[in-house]
C-alpha cells in the first residue's frame, strides 16, 4: 500500500514538473538570465527528490525481506524445525545478511551465536572428500575414469566401480550401510572386535562407557566391499566411497587426510574451525549440539559427529566428521567461487572446479556434478533445496543434520544455513516441510534485485 502511494504520488509530481517546465519554456527567451538559474535548480530539486524516494523504497523493500527471514525463522523455530541456526549470504567479498536465531536447545539457556560450531554432515563430502580428490586430480595423481580398486585394496565388488561414476552416484551403490545394526547381535550386544569396553584392543572412545575396536575400519571396508551393485546405471545417492577417501589420500601422498585438507586448504585460508573433531581444540559450550541418540550410542550427542559411519572411523570421513562456523565455511568455498584463488594463492585451477561442478550425466535424469549437488533438472519447489533463481551453474551441498552450502558462478552469491534440525532427533523433518532453506534463499536473491 505505501509503495503504491509512493507511485501515484511520483506520476503526479513528474506531471506537475513537465507542465510546469513547459511553460517556463515559453517564457524564457524573453526572461533574465537568473530565471534560467531558477528553472535549473527547480530541476535539480525534482531529481533529487526522485532519487530520495527511489532510494526510500528500496530501503523500506530490503527491510521487509529481512522481515520476511525472521517471520520464517521464527516460525520454524516455533514448529520445532530446529531449535536455532546462522544464515550467511555474501555477494563477492561483501557479506549482506549474516544473523544468528534462537538458542542451542528448546529449553532456551544458551542463544546461537555467529561464531557457534555446527556438525556441517554431508557437507563434508564435498568440503573434504571432494575438495581433496580435486588437489589430487589437480596433481595429476588420479583419473576420474580410473575404478577405485586401483587406489584403494581390498574393497570387494565396489572396486570395480569409477571413480566418476562414483562421486556422481551413477554407480548404482547402496545409499547407506546402518553401521549401528551391523555390530550388534540378535540379542543387542555387541559383536567381537567392534564395540566394548575399554581395553589395549578398544582405544578410542564412543562415548564414556563404550570404546571402538583398534581395527574396526577393516570391518567396515569389509561391510562396504560385501554391498551389492546395481547393475542399472541410473542415479542412486551413496555416501559409501566417501568412507574410502581418507585411505586414498593417505596411500597417494604419504601425508594423512587431515593434514592434507588442512596443509592445502584450511589453514592457509585462515578457516580455524573447520575441522574434524573439534573438541581437541574448542569447548564443548561453542558447539551446537545435535540428536540424542536411541540408536548407537545411547546419549545426547554434543561435540562429536552425528553420523554414526563417521563416529566408527574415529570421527574421520569424507562422508561427514567436518565441523565449523559460517565465516569459516564461507572461506573456503569462496575460494571455489574465485576460480580456486585467493589473495596471491591458486589453490585449485579453474578448470578442474569447472569440471566438478558440472553435471555429469544429464541424459541419465542425474543432475548431480562431481561430489557437488546441483540444481533440480526441473524445478520443483516441495523438494527442491535451493531458490529457484539460483543458476543452473550453482553447485553445493545439503547435510543431514540441517546444514546447507550454495554457490552460484553466475550472481558471484554464496549461501550458508546452518541449523541443527536433528535435535532431539532426527525424526523431525519440519525444516523439510516448511521448505525453509529455499524460501530463504529465494529472499536472499529477492533482495539483490533491488541493488
Known sequence: MIHSIRIV??????????????QELDSLQAAPEDSAINLIQELDSASLTLELDSVNLKIEETISIEAQIDSIVSDA???EAFPGCVIYASKGD?????????YHTYDSVRRVALNDIYDLAS??????????LMKLYDDGLIDLDDPIGKYVDNVGRIGK???RETLAHQAGLRPWIPYYQEVKKKNGSFKKNTVGLKSESHTYGLTDSLYLHKDFYAKIKKMIGKTKISDEKTYRYSG???????ELVDKLTGTSYEEYLSNNFYHPLGAETLMYNPLRLYDRSQIVPTENDTYFRMEQIHGTVHDEGAITMKGVS??????????????????LLDDGKRDTTQYLRPETIQLFTS?????????????FDKPLLEYDSTSSSVAKDASFRSYGHSGYTGTLVWADPETDVLFIFLSNRVYPTRENRNLYNLSVRPRIHQLLYDQLKLE
Open 9 to 22: 504520488i511520483g506520476v503526479l509530481f513528474i506531471s506537475n514538473v513537465i507542465t510546469g517546465f513547459s
Open 77 to 79: 523455530i516455533k514448529q
Open 94 to 102: 561483501s557479506v549482506f545478511f549474516f544473523k544468528s536465531y534462537g
Open 123 to 132: 557437507v563434508t563430502k564435498v568440503t573434504g572428500a571432494t575438495l581433496a
Open 161 to 163: 566401480a569409477g571413480i
Open 240 to 246: 559409501l566411497f566417501f568412507y574410502l577417501v581418507p
Open 318 to 335: 569424507g562422508n561427514a566428521g567436518l565441523f565449523s562456523n559460517a565465516e569459516d565455511l564461507a572461506k573456503v568455498w569462496r575460494m
Open 359 to 371: 553435471t555429469q550425466y544429464p541424459n541419465n535424469e542425474n543432475r548431480r556434478g562431481l561430489g
